[in-house]
């Protein structure tokens, strides 16, 4: 089971749609678990929100063994600076965990139009798997066109498509298959 | 940049200097100490146990996989052989992220080549092996999809490297990973300050069966053991010459294919770097089952490379074409239109 709590205020049919894409992706149950407060301790000065604290500080839901859990929040999210950089983050979850956030600060804008709801949407659903993949020990893929791909890559699509390659898909539905609950 | 060079032509695998942190003896093993199982990731060392296996009493170095906590169980003896090394150290990952951040467009295209020598860098090639894997299949993939087998090792590759950075640089492997593909995909506008990366991993070489091409080898057929002075290249041009009479361009064809050939393997070692240039030699003397002139080959290679047999001789049919030519062209023009040149058309 997917359970979903948003940090910030989301649309409910945003979310709807969001758990909807998820069953779609990993044929597990989706379940909203409702508003909660970010951490505090996880803020930066300035203004972001340090996305390793932030999954470790964030607040308990009650879940099962294998159940993941998928924070959202609106604000930008800060990783540590490696050996070239800091990479931009969009996500960030424990690897083989049960934990992952995702932000929609580096999202294109919702707007009002369908269309670009729409789109707004699939971009979500796209970063929510890619970072709910991680948890099902996916690690980044090669092709474009997968969920998988990393966020910020030049040869990431316009308007990426929000599922996984085929490769991804039955990698995580062994790891699915093979869960206890 | 170009890839990783070819494999190391002439020393053996026990020759080659170890990768970096290589464990050459089990008694530098202390409990609680953190290694690298090649293909199997880090483990961290439980302690030493001695266990009675088929009626003799082993020693055993008892290891813990980090990953997973699966045991792993190494006799002490192995223990140098099995390619056991330290966690890369801080220094040795920069290498790997500078090495990884590098232009990278030239990716083996043999499968065969590419598969062993990447198992091969998997298992002998430390973190940097590990890097040039996952580096060079990344490219690879840019091309063309993977193939099924190289897109598991594409991933395996990937899980080894993503978990020995985590736990060398002390981050989360999901970060690690992120590490690993800002450098490898930068965002738009994202130009890195990048050092000359370290040098690439030496392989052993491998006895290569390779068949020879139609009209390789034609001086290893043996004859000069039989103590017989035959001109072959003279006899199989007077045969050739008697049918390609009547279209000179035939031969002439012929002849510059061979020489095609032989230039294209002589220049070889110019276009490579000079790790690679013994390389090619190693492969022709591989070939023919003669392993006197095997060792002979591989004592002198430079003088090959000065002279290389098969560009003579594939020089000497374009001069002997036209006296063949002149020696039978009542023969030729009696011979019907069929026989004459129904494999030139």
């Known amino acids: 089971m997917i359970r979903i709590v948003t940090l910030d205020r989301i649309d409910p049919s945003d979310v709807a749609a969001l758990s909807g894409t998820l069953y779609r992706a990993f044929g597990v149950g989706t379940e909203y678990a409702g508003d909660k407060p970010a951490p505090p301790e996880a803020e930066l000065k300035d203004g972001r929100l340090e996305a390793l604290k932030l999954l470790r500080e964030a607040p308990h839901v009650r879940s099962l063994p294998d159940d993941k859990v998928l924070y959202i929040t609106s604000a930008p999210l800060a990783l540590k600076a490696g050996p070239l950089g800091e990479p931009p983050c969009f996500g960030f979850a424990d690897f083989g965990g049960e934990r992952a956030v995702i932000t929609t600060a580096k999202l294109p804008a919702r707007g009002v139009s369908e269309a670009s709801v729409e789109a707004w949407r699939k971009r979500l659903a796209r970063e929510a798997i890619h970072a709910l993949g991680h948890t099902w020990d996916l690690h980044h893929c090669y092709d474009a066109k997968c969920a998988m791909h990393p966020s910020w890559s030049q040869g990431l699509p316009e308007r990426p498509d929000s599922e996984l390659c085929v490769f991804c898909r039955e990698k995580s539905e062994r790891k699915i298959r093979l869960a206890k609950t | 940049?170009?890839?990783?060079?070819?494999?190391?032509?002439?020393?053996?695998?026990?020759?080659?200097?170890?990768?970096?942190?290589?464990?050459?003896?089990?008694?530098?093993?202390?409990?609680?100490?953190?290694?690298?199982?090649?293909?199997?990731?880090?483990?961290?060392?439980?302690?030493?146990?001695?266990?009675?296996?088929?009626?003799?009493?082993?020693?055993?170095?008892?290891?813990?996989?980090?990953?997973d906590g699966a045991a792993v169980l190494v006799p002490k003896n192995k223990v140098p052989s099995i390619g056991l090394r330290r966690v890369a150290t801080g220094a040795q990952m920069e290498g790997v992220f500078h090495y990884l951040a590098a232009q990278f467009d030239d990716p083996e295209l043999d499968w065969k080549v590419r598969h062993r020598d990447n198992a091969d860098r998997l298992i002998a090639g430390g973190v940097l092996g590990v890097a040039e894997v996952v580096?060079?299949?990344?490219?690879?993939?840019?091309?063309?999809?993977?193939?099924?087998?190289?897109?598991?090792?594409?991933?395996?590759?990937?899980?080894?490297?993503?978990?020995?950075?985590?736990?060398?640089?002390?981050v989360p492997a999901v970060l690690a990973e992120d590490y690993v593909d800002f450098a490898l995909m930068p965002p738009a506008g994202v130009k890195f300050d990048l050092k000359p990366p370290p040098k690439p991993v030496l392989l052993p070489s491998r006895p290569k069966k390779r068949r020879p091409a139609a009209g390789e080898g034609e001086d290893d057929l043996g004859l000069g053991d039989l103590g017989l002075d035959l001109d072959l290249a003279g006899a199989l041009e007077g045969g050739a010459a008697v049918p390609g009479a009547d279209v000179p361009g035939a031969e002439g064809e012929e002849a510059e294919g061979g020489e095609a050939h032989a230039e294209g393997e002589g220049a070889e070692p110019a276009r490579e770097a000079p790790e690679a240039a013994p390389e090619a030699e190693g492969e022709d003397e591989e070939a023919p089952a003669r392993p006197a002139k095997a060792k002979a080959g591989k004592a002198k290679p430079a003088e090959k490379a000065k002279a290389p047999p098969r560009a003579k001789a594939a020089a000497k049919p374009k001069a002997a074409a036209p006296k063949a030519a002149a020696r039978k062209p009542a023969k030729a023009a009696a011979k019907p239109a069929a026989k004459r040149g129904g494999k030139k058309k």
């Open chain 2, 1 to 67: 940049m170009r890839g990783p060079p070819a494999r190391h032509p002439d020393e053996q695998r026990e020759q080659l200097p170890a990768v970096e942190g290589t464990i050459a003896d089990a008694a530098e093993l202390k409990v609680g100490d953190r290694v690298v199982y090649p293909n199997q990731g880090v483990c961290a060392v439980v302690g030493v146990e001695e266990k009675d296996i088929a009626g003799q009493k082993l020693q055993l170095v008892r290891m813990q996989r980090e990953e």
């Open chain 2, 135 to 170: 580096k060079g299949l990344h490219s690879l993939s840019r091309i063309r999809p993977l193939p099924t087998k190289e897109r598991e090792q594409y991933d395996n590759a990937r899980h080894l490297l993503v978990h020995e950075i985590a736990v060398s640089l002390g």
